[in-house]
């Protein structure tokens, strides 16, 4: 399973690529709007930042248009700041309409705002690149975000779809392993859930005992 950070915050995306895990970054208006990036210029020149920090990961770079000419004109702009861009479209009529046309058109998909496996059924047929279901949000309306993720790395299973399933709106650790155990190609996490990985309570009373008996050595 890849590793993407889902945020838009510099520091953040620096910190996760220097412990060596991360493939790629997501974004959304509302990180972006949380960091104070305002106006196209600003905009283009964040996703243009976020790129040299991942290096080679991708990174999903969502359109504010809602139409689908001016999502294809937002898309290109977005796809041609650097090879590792993702276009991230919502799933509404003209947004699916837009991923087949970046499909045809060689430019990378991530399909947001997933909430059930008939709207991953439909990005998957429209060619999209990674489908984001929002198992969080899910959890919140007392639904259960994982079953989703395991239902749709079913059908993707079953049917032969090539779209990566990338789960996103993760909460917690917990979150990350039960994706993994239900076949998400993808965790988008904050950097919290991320490090969350690493805690339990034995290894750190583990380590304390083993540096107070190297003192013995
Ligand atoms: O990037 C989309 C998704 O990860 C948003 O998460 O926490 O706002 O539901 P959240």
């Excluded at 220097?18 to 990180?31: A, E, K, M, R």
């Excluded at 796809?79 to 919502?90: E, F, G, M, R």
């Excluded at 990674?130 to 790395?153: K, N």
Aim: aromatic share 6%; hydrophobic share 45%; with cysteine.
């Amino acid at each position: 399973m890849k590793f993407f950070i889902d945020t838009a915050n510099l520091a953040q995306i620096q910190e996760a690529h220097d412990l060596g895990i991360l493939d790629g970054v997501t974004t959304n208006p509302s990180l972006m709007a949380k960091e104070g990036i305002k106006g196209e210029a600003a905009i283009l020149q964040h996703y243009k930042d976020i790129c040299e920090i991942v290096g080679d990961g991708d990174v999903s770079a969502e359109v504010l248009s809602t139409d689908f000419a001016s999502i294809i004109e937002e898309g290109k702009k977005l796809a041609a700041i650097d090879s590792n861009i993702v276009v991230k479209v919502p799933m509404i009529k003209d947004g699916v309409k837009a991923i087949k046309w970046f499909t045809d058109n060689n430019i990378r998909t991530n399909c947001t705002l997933v909430f059930s496996a008939g709207q991953a059924i439909l990005a998957a047929k429209a060619g999209a690149t990674y489908v984001s279901p929002f198992i969080g949000r899910i959890d919140d309306s007392s639904w259960d975000g994982v079953e989703l993720i395991a239902q749709i790395a079913q059908i993707y299973s079953i049917q032969g779809f090539k779209t990566e399933i990338l789960a996103a709106s993760i909460r917690n650790a917990l979150h990350i392993v039960k994706c993994a155990e239900a076949g998400a190609d993808v965790c988008t996490c904050p950097l919290d859930s991320i490090l969350g990985l690493l805690k339990h309570p034995l290894t750190d009373i583990g380590l304390a005992k083993f540096l107070e008996d190297a003192k013995k050595m």
